[in-house]
């Protein structure tokens, strides 16, 4: 078990230009999660995968952003024509599934728009 | 509006006493709360939970207490030690949905010697 990865650790982005984040989960879970924390928060919720199917999107998603998890393994985060406001830590977690309720985290992806 | 609140964003304890972290939530329809830390430059780590049709549970050092009709839990740590400094997360989830967490904004607890 290697845990949650994601890559990169950090990016650094200019205005306007679009960005994609990588989270490899846990390899036995079929549930992953996106997240976003800015400074002084908690984690705030964005997205959510059952296997490749994406169930939920929180209002916060939007329509700049997009989520795909294609073979219900890795999945991608793709923030188009970035603004100052997207930058935050992005957090990648997966869970089991049903009757297993806690999310493992990975170190996630810090965003800096220049 | 903020459904899980930390109201304490700072503690400082000395090590070998009890750290007491509280967390209150507004939702009726949470069932499953969970207790997180995290480190600079890390991600959370998850640290213990308890489901709704409890009102107590522990693993080593961790007791979480929870207390439905206040809609209130807390954490106890005991003994505290230096490396349980970082920043302590409640989250709190509906187990009926999609059981995405809804966090607090933390607290930071300093164990000093």
């Known amino acids: 078990d290697t845990g949650v990865s994601q890559d990169p650790r950090h990016k650094i982005t200019k205005r306007g230009q679009n960005v994609t984040f990588r989270c490899d989960p846990i390899?036995?879970?079929?549930?992953l999660y996106w997240y976003r924390q800015t400074l002084g928060q908690g984690p705030e919720f964005l997205t959510y995968?059952?296997?490749?199917?994406?169930?939920?999107k929180s209002r916060l998603l939007s329509d700049r952003f997009s989520a795909e998890r294609p073979k219900g393994s890795f999945s991608t985060l793709e923030i188009q024509r970035t603004e100052q406001g997207d930058s935050a830590m992005y957090l990648c977690?997966?869970?089991?599934?049903?009757?297993?309720?806690?999310?493992?985290f990975g170190p996630g992806t810090r965003l800096t728009v220049t | 509006d903020q459904q899980v609140k930390q109201n304490s964003p700072s503690l400082s304890v000395q090590e070998g006493r009890i750290s007491i972290l509280n967390c209150d939530y507004t939702?009726?329809?949470?069932?499953?709360f969970l207790w997180y830390k995290k480190y600079p430059a890390e991600g959370p780590t998850f640290l213990i939970s308890?489901?709704?049709?409890?009102d107590k549970n522990e693993d080593g050092r961790f007791t979480v207490f929870l207390n439905k009709s206040a809609k209130h839990l807390s954490l106890h740590i005991v003994p505290s030690q230096p490396g349980d400094s970082a920043v302590y997360f409640c989250?709190?989830?509906?187990?009926?949905?999609?059981?995405?967490?809804?966090f607090g904004t933390g607290t930071r607890l300093q164990v000093t010697l």
């Open positions: 939702n009726s329809m949470f069932d499953y």
């Open positions: 390899s036995e879970h079929n549930r």
């Open positions: 977690a997966s869970s089991l599934g049903t009757s297993s309720y806690e999310q493992y």
């Open positions: 308890i489901s709704s049709i409890k």
């Open positions: 989250a709190a989830s509906n187990t009926g949905t999609a059981s995405k967490l809804t």
């Open positions: 995968f059952q296997n490749e199917a994406q169930l939920e």
